[in-house]
Each structure stands twice: as structure tokens, then as C-alpha cells.
């Protein structure tokens, strides 16, 4: 039995970190992250976006969008506020980090964040349509369906994954127009093996900020899924220390 993932609120001291998954992600991907800023004495919110985590991946083509998961990402701050936490930060992992970027863009009361292995500057060639696929075909091979069921399934994403695609890249275009607009100290994480989307993206995003409001961290040989591979723990101790900082 495989457990469905749940947003994670697990709660610390007095500040709070917020963290966005990836396109085809769940919380799951932030548990262990989430535990590590815990023990820090950090309150930890990790979301789930729309669509996400239902069972069947056609619900994210299906229920979510862009504008859905940008007002999940401004109702985990407001989720944080009405708790009473008022120091927070925002991070998130590819997709995720193009919503805490723009975050970090419209309300300046956050204190920092920052992205790991995200396109916030999209340039070269990303894997992510086909590693969708690819998760769907996983999935929908556990249940047991007739060829021509899987093939319909199949046929039924391929047909709608391309402009839900294109409406995240406009999104993430709009997002980076605008960097100049962040003044908050801003933490960029990205593996030099990414096999998702161009290893150069997190210098790419670097050096649209000043030197002295970026903590660029390069992870040699780490894939794309950075809060759980080879560098999940180096990722953990650079975090806290950014977390220091801003804090």
C-alpha cells in the first residue's frame, strides 16, 4: 500500500519556512528536509498543489494551473500568519521555486528564500514532459487497466499536458521579468548532473542578483530532485546556514 502524501505542518520554534514542491511532486519530496529545519528548532509548512497527490496525475492537468498554485503558495503564508508566525521564508524545488520567487517578488514582509534546481530562467532543453509521461505511465501501470484503458489515459495526457507546459512558462517568464523587484537575500541551489532542466539554470538565476544578495550552492554530480539524492544533507547544513543569516 502506498501512502498518499499529506502537507506537512510540523511546528518549532518561532520561524517558519515554507516549501514548494516540484511539477510532478508531492510534500514526500520535502519530508526529509522538513524534519531536518525541525530539529533546527524552524517551523515547517510544506504544501501540496492542486491536482497534486490525488492518485491520478490527469487531476494536475485537470484541476491544476499556474494561477491555482500561486494561491495555494499565498494561502500557506496566510496559513503561517494567522498562526501568529510573521518571520518567514519561502523555498521551493523546480516548479516550486518559480512560486517562491514570485513571492518573494510580490510581498517583500518575507524575510528571504530561494530555489533549488529550478528554471526561473528558462534557456536550453527540459526533460519535464517526458518525465511526466513517464510518472503517469508508472502510476496508471499499479492499476490493473485494459491496454486500450491505458492507452486512452495516456493519449488523454498527452493531449493536455502541452498548454497546462506553456502556461507554467509564461508564468515563469512573467516571474523573471521582474527580478530586479526582490531585494530579499535569495538561496540558489542546483545539482551539476540535473537531468530535468539545464545545469547551468541555477547560475543562470545567480547572476540576475547582485553577488551580495545571492548564497549560490552548485552540487557536483547531483541530479534534480536535490532534497532527497546525493546532496540532501550538504543541501541541509547550507540551508541552515543561509537560514542564520536572514534570520
Do not use: C
Not at 503561517?80 to 516548479?95: H, V
Request: proline residues 5%.
Amino acid at each position: 500500500m502506498i501512502r498518499k502524501p499529506v502537507p506537512l505542518f510540523f511546528e518549532g520554534g518561532p520561524q517558519a519556512v515554507i516549501l514548494l514542491h516540484a511539477y510532478s511532486g508531492s510534500s514526500n519530496d520535502m519530508r526529509l528536509l522538513a524534519r531536518y529545519l525541525q530539529g533546527q528548532n524552524y517551523t515547517v509548512l510544506a504544501p501540496i498543489f492542486t491536482g497534486h497527490a490525488t492518485g491520478d496525475p490527469a487531476d494536475i492537468l485537470r484541476e491544476g494551473s499556474p494561477q491555482r498554485w500561486w494561491q495555494d503558495t499565498q494561502d500557506a503564508i496566510a496559513f503561517l500568519r494567522q498562526r501568529g508566525y510573521q518571520r518567514i521564508a519561502i523555498f521551493g524545488l523546480s516548479l516550486g521555486g518559480l512560486f517562491a520567487t514570485r513571492a518573494l517578488r510580490e510581498d517583500p514582509t518575507l524575510v528571504g528564500g530561494g530555489t533549488f534546481a529550478s528554471p526561473v530562467i528558462f534557456r536550453g532543453t527540459t526533460h519535464v514532459p517526458a518525465a511526466f509521461v513517464r510518472m503517469a505511465q508508472t502510476v496508471y501501470r499499479r492499476e490493473n487497466l485494459t491496454d486500450e484503458e491505458l492507452k486512452a489515459k495516456m493519449a488523454w495526457i498527452q493531449d493536455h499536458l502541452p498548454a497546462q507546459l506553456m502556461a507554467i512558462q509564461a508564468f515563469a517568464d512573467t516571474t523573471a521579468t521582474h527580478l530586479n523587484r526582490i531585494k530579499q537575500p535569495i538561496f540558489i541551489a542546483q545539482g551539476t548532473a540535473d537531468e530535468m532542466i539545464d545545469p547551468r539554470s541555477g547560475q543562470w538565476l545567480a547572476a540576475a542578483f547582485p553577488a551580495t544578495q545571492i548564497d549560490f550552492h552548485e552540487y557536483v554530480g547531483a541530479s534534480h530532485v536535490l532534497t532527497v539524492n546525493s546532496a540532501h544533507h550538504a543541501l541541509e547544513t547550507d540551508l541552515q546556514t543561509f537560514l542564520h543569516t536572514i534570520f
